[in-house]
């Protein structure tokens, strides 16, 4: 009976790998190296003598029984209730790729990898005789006091514990690095599950929800009772987050849906969350690294609410045009990973006003912040169909 369970280990440990399906290349390529050095349990633990840390080591699967995390347990649950969980899994993910190694030479070469500095108690990893990974987790425990700070364009992580000293680790704000998955992989999981999405909210029939006062708005023009309220800016001015009202009378204000100013309309549409009761549709071309592309079709409704869900800012703004084309770009921001998702509007006046009508645009996803304003950088939006403009955008980072 016990070389019977001992040939089944052997045989789980040799066939593991082929059975899994992983959500990037990146984990595929740990679990391989793991399966060399650990018994991997079906219970999706793992037993890993081999490792010099007493911090448990975990697999978790997405709902479609895919691995999409391999890490050292770092954080409690407090933490991880409190903080993103792309940082949190990083740094489990990072930790566990360290340890696995025990190589200073390999730990430092990942490190450059990921734009990523390791300390502790101020001693930088490579340094002295800060050589043993395993000993910079010695600062991590329940015990430890945890700080996730972040600037414009970086993350520090800051564990303190009160016999073991400091452990602090810095890196990039850039998501390609903290989701541990590259452009193409990011590219392809977005759309594949924008493609299907459809929203549990009925945002459609709340147009006029949003209350505005007179001294909030600016008049857009002394002959019309047309009125913007100024939002923010991105990059340029051109490219905001403004909106429009129509006042229907002294102390009413209505969010412009009006065929007469359609820049405004349209910019309403993609900035507040209220919607008309329309059923209109964005027929995307989503534009992806390799010069690939994929095309469906999502309600402007669900479109919106997907990306407010995730906390992106959303800027419009318009290119010049000859009647009755209207070209206008949309920038959704995520500030937490400094990228963004860029649509490229192509519609015609009054089309969108139709019911069960279509817009054309492209998309861009995860576009560094850099490359954006190395397009729009200048004094106007530069024209979108020129040669220059995929490349930049699929410029790497």
Not at 35 to 44: E, F, R, V
Not at 135 to 140: E, F, G, H, N, Y
Not at 235 to 240: H, M, R, V
Not at 258 to 281: C, E, G, V
Request: net charge negative; charged share 25%; aromatic share 14%.
């Amino acid at each position: 009976m016990a070389f019977l369970i001992i040939l089944v280990m052997v045989v789980f440990r040799a066939t593991a790998q082929d059975a899994q399906v992983f959500t990037s290349l990146n984990l595929e390529r740990l679990y391989a190296s793991l399966s060399g050095q650990c018994l991997i349990a079906a219970s999706n633990g793992m037993i890993c003598s081999e490792l010099d840390s007493n911090k448990p080591l975990y697999i978790r699967k997405n709902s479609r029984g895919e691995i999409s995390q391999i890490g050292i347990r770092l954080f409690s649950n407090k933490y991880s209730e409190a903080f993103s969980s792309d940082v949190l899994d990083f740094l489990e993910r990072t930790a566990l790729e360290m340890l696995l190694w025990r190589n200073s030479v390999r730990n430092t070469n990942k490190l450059q990898e990921y734009k990523m500095t390791w300390q502790y108690n101020n001693v930088h990893f490579g340094d002295g005789m800060f050589r043993s990974f395993a000993t910079s987790l010695r600062a991590i425990t329940d015990s430890s006091d945890f700080q996730l700070q972040r600037d414009s364009l970086t993350y520090t992580a800051i564990w303190v514990h009160p016999e073991y000293g400091v452990t602090k680790a810095t890196f990039p704000a850039q998501y390609s690095i903290i989701s541990g998955k590259d452009h193409k992989e990011l590219g392809d999981e977005l759309g594949e599950i924008l493609s299907v999405f459809h929203s549990t909210e009925n945002v459609r029939n709340v147009f006029n929800r949003e209350k505005v006062t007179e001294e909030s708005l600016s008049r857009l023009n002394d002959s019309v009772q047309v009125y913007m309220k100024r939002g923010k800016s991105f990059i340029l001015p051109e490219i905001n987050s403004n909106t429009y009202y129509l006042r229907t009378d002294p102390n009413t204000y209505q969010l412009l849906y009006n065929k007469r100013y359609q820049d405004a309309t349209l910019a309403n549409l993609f900035i507040s969350n209220d919607m008309p009761n329309k059923t209109l549709t964005l027929d995307i071309t989503h534009r992806k690294y390799g010069f690939t592309e994929q095309k469906y079709k999502v309600k402007l409704s669900d479109f919106i609410a997907f990306f407010s869900d995730k906390k992106f800012e959303t800027y419009v703004g318009f290119e010049p045009t000859i009647y009755p084309d209207i070209k206008m770009v949309v920038i959704l921001y995520n500030r937490e990973f400094n990228y963004v998702n860029m649509l490229l509007v192509d519609a015609v006046e009054d089309a969108f006003f139709e019911n069960d009508s279509n817009i054309k645009c492209r998309m861009y996803a995860y576009i560094p912040c850099h490359n954006i304003k190395s397009l729009f950088g200048g004094s106007d939006i530069q024209n979108p169909n020129s040669k220059e403009f995929e490349p930049v955008l699929f410029e790497p980072n």
